[in-house]
């Protein structure tokens, strides 16, 4: 007799709720747009792209559940060792430090040290390459965000 349910369900369902969580929370989470004399600033609502995003992950974890009964895999997560651990633990906490300085620093330097915290975590030694890449990606993301989509992401506080 086959099992009905197995790991590939239970993954589903957490991110099923995870989802669920994560959109119920977008209208509590993102900050509305600015206003200049009763107009946004921003052509788009701020909270359509994460509405978006966690509609589709919604979406990508009920098929998951359904798809979940025909897959015939060995759960590999037993196997994972503690260096894995390690990587997924450092990597949760810089994700979180990353949320609490955002407002603080702005988009482009909060990423820029997560993109090299990580990098250098990571075992990247390219100090040049890592320096280049951490400051052009999230500054290159934020100006296309802000002035092409006219999304509102957090500023530099200093300018």
């Given amino acids: 007799m086959k099992r009905w349910w197995n790991f590939n369900h239970t993954t589903a369902v957490v991110l099923l709720v995870l989802a669920g969580l994560l959109l119920a929370s977008v209208a509590s989470q993102v900050a509305p747009p600015r206003m200049l ?3 946004r600033l921003a052509a788009l609502d701020p909270a359509l792209y994460p509405r978006l995003v966690f509609g589709a992950m919604l979406l ?4 998951y559940f359904i798809v979940g009964s025909r897959l015939r895999e060995e759960n590999l997560l037993k196997r994972v060792g503690a260096e894995g651990v390690v990587n997924v633990g450092v990597t ?3 994700l979180l430090a990353y949320a609490f300085a955002l407002p603080r620093l702005g988009f482009v330097a909060s990423g820029a040290v997560l993109i090299a915290v990580l990098s250098l975590f990571f075992g990247d030694r390219g100090r040049l390459q890592t320096g280049a890449v951490a400051v052009l990606v ?4 934020y100006f296309g965000l802000t002035r092409l989509m006219r999304v509102s992401l957090p500023e530099f506080p200093f300018f």
């Fill in 60 to 63: 990508l974890a009920l098929w």
């Fill in 37 to 39: 004399l009763g107009r």
């Fill in 138 to 141: 999230p500054a290159a993301i």
């Fill in 92 to 94: 949760l906490l810089c």
